[in-house]
């Protein structure tokens, strides 16, 4: 199985999201892709199958399938149409979130996903204590999101994990806060994954997106995740539509030799 590594959201090695991208023929049993995605230790691993006029993707952290990755699907991308079929400027593919479509724009690859706008909910004492300050608001789609007084408070967090797992039902909690350079700030934390925090988390700008569209008043935007290794991504929100542009880089190629 042909198998790559990107760093998404970055032009430059050993920053942005790394992702690994499988090369499939057909799916393989359910625990083979956890394995592979274990063993690759990486926060997502894609698989793709190409279909001819579209492609079958599916994403696996090193612990369990994900119902949706943005960083793995631009890597993804990225490989397809650089790599594996150059003449193409734009990848459709198929999804246990629906269709997702990822066009070349220059030197950007730009995701094509569902706005998941949040709500917002009471306070959570386990987000006050995981994260040693108050939000100004909670709120929830898919992830849960707290909003925080200004970039530095979200830079400067040092997560209690023990404490965030008391937040019932949280798939990933997203501090976020409107930025100093960038129109907004952002890390993304999972406490009940191998890897704690996610470097730049494509997916949570669904919601991010939305969010901040309506509090700044604007439907483009600049937005960076203040991760160890960081990311920049190129927001728009069209209607139930998010468009997130970025770049990528090839770390490696190889094989993965299955029995």
């Known amino acids: 199985m042909k198998y790559y590594v990107v760093?998404?959201?970055?032009?430059?090695?050993?920053?942005?999201?790394?992702?690994?991208?499988?090369?499939?023929?057909?799916?393989l049993p359910y625990e083979t892709h956890k394995r592979i995605a274990a063993e690759n230790n990486l926060s997502e691993t894609a698989f793709v199958i190409d279909r001819g006029d579209f492609f079958d993707i599916r994403w696996f952290t090193p612990d369990d399938e994900f119902d949706l990755c943005g960083h793995a699907t631009l890597a993804s991308a990225f490989i397809i149409m650089t790599e594996l079929h150059p003449e193409l400027t734009e990848v459709r593919f198929s999804s246990m979130s629906g269709e997702l479509f990822v066009r070349r724009a220059g030197e950007r690859f730009e995701l094509d996903f569902p706005a998941r706008p949040p709500h917002e909910i009471k306070q959570h004492e386990a987000i006050e204590k995981a994260f040693g300050v108050?939000?100004?608001?909670?709120?929830?789609?898919?992830?849960?999101?707290?909003?925080?007084?200004?970039e530095a408070a979200v830079r400067d967090l040092k997560p209690d994990f023990e404490a965030m797992r008391g937040l019932t039902g949280c798939i990933g909690l997203i501090a976020t806060a409107k930025g100093d350079e960038v129109d907004f700030v952002s890390r993304y934390f999972s406490p009940f994954e191998t890897i704690l925090e996610d470097p730049v988390t494509g997916s949570a700008h669904c919601t991010?997106?939305?969010?901040?569209?309506?509090?700044?008043?604007?439907?483009d935007m600049v937005a960076r995740q203040l991760s160890k290794r960081g990311g920049t991504l190129y927001c728009r929100l069209e209607g139930d539509r998010?468009?997130?542009a970025?770049?990528?880089?090839?770390?490696?190629?190889?094989?993965?030799?299955?029995?």
């Open 208 to 219: 991010l997106i939305p969010f901040w569209a309506e509090r700044l008043g604007k439907q």
């Open 7 to 27: 760093d998404a959201f970055t032009t430059t090695l050993f920053s942005g999201n790394p992702a690994g991208v499988c090369v499939m023929d057909e799916w």
């Open 134 to 150: 108050k939000p100004l608001g909670v709120f929830l789609a898919r992830d849960h999101v707290a909003l925080l007084p200004d």
């Open 242 to 244: 998010v468009r997130i």
């Open 246 to 259: 970025g770049h990528a880089v090839l770390y490696s190629v190889g094989e993965i030799k299955l029995p």
